[in-house]
T-cell receptor
Framework: SQQGEEDPQALSIQEGENATMNCSYKTSINNLQWYRQNSGRGLVHLILIRSNEREKHSGRLRVTLDTSKKSSSLLITASRAADTASYFCATADSGYSTLTFGKGTMLLVSP | GAGVSQSPSNKVTEKGKDVELRCDPISGHTALYWYRQSLGQGLEFLIYFQGNSAPDKSGLPSDRFSAERTGGSVSTLTIQRTQQEDSAVYLC????????????FGQGTRLTVV
């Protein structure tokens, strides 16, 4: 079953703009992770935020987590054409018994 | 190795045939997962191995699917009597510790059943 649900399903922006993707989940988590997938093949881990953290940064990426709303957002600043990919959130439950992925947001960055 | 390696990259098989998909995880990683991704969809969990513990097979869709992990390293996912709905990309991932930590993915095997 799906735990994380990303929103929007697809996002189209121009280079230089910021891209924001959201993820909602249903049950208690230990951490939430964001992954990127190019061309429908392997996923690459981007960032992990623990349940006791509210915000995390990595380069042009900013992730927030609101456990009271069971939601997270991924912000990519100053986007580039090379950021074009699908982005997935994944949640690890509090007992570390599952790592569940959402359906992803497809981001298109046009030059 | 440097990363998770999966073979073959692509596999076309006839309906009813058996297929074996292989995954070589990163050396030293104790956790190994198999996921399936249908076109334009999210990742569907199939099976999880952790060290010498009994695997979590709760995601296997039918008894035609099985997987093993030999010597705590290489894993093989076997699909018997393939059906057209089995067509998907099969992704393997490994983690240095346990489920829920950062997962490192292979490039996947694209299976097409004709």
């Amino acid at each position: 079953s799906q735990q994380g649900e990303e929103d929007p399903q697809a996002l189209s922006i121009q280079e230089g703009e910021n891209a924001t993707m959201n993820c909602s989940y249903k049950t208690s988590i230990n951490n939430l992770q964001w992954y990127r997938q190019n061309s429908g093949r392997g996923l690459v881990h981007l960032i992990l935020i623990r349940s006791n953290e509210r915000e995390k940064h990595s380069g042009r990426l900013r992730v927030t987590l609101d456990t009271s709303k069971k939601s997270s957002s991924l912000l990519i600043t100053a986007s580039r054409a090379a950021d074009t990919a699908s982005y997935f959130c994944a949640t690890a439950d509090s007992g570390y018994s599952t790592l569940t992925f959402g359906k992803g947001t497809m981001l298109l960055v046009s030059p | 190795g440097a990363g998770v390696s999966q073979s073959p990259s692509n596999k076309v098989t006839e309906k009813g045939k058996d297929v074996e998909l292989r995954c070589d995880p990163i050396s030293g990683h104790t956790a190994l997962y198999w996921y399936r991704q249908s076109l334009g969809q999210g990742l569907e969990f199939l099976i999880y191995f952790q060290g010498n513990s009994a695997p979590d097979k709760s995601g296997l869709p039918s008894d035609r699917f099985s997987a093993e992990r030999t010597g705590g390293s290489v894993s093989t996912l076997t699909i018997q009597r393939t059906q057209q709905e089995d067509s998907a990309v099969y992704l393997c991932a490994s983690s240095p510790q346990f489920r829920g930590t950062e997962a490192f993915f292979g490039q996947g095997t694209r299976l097409t059943v004709v």
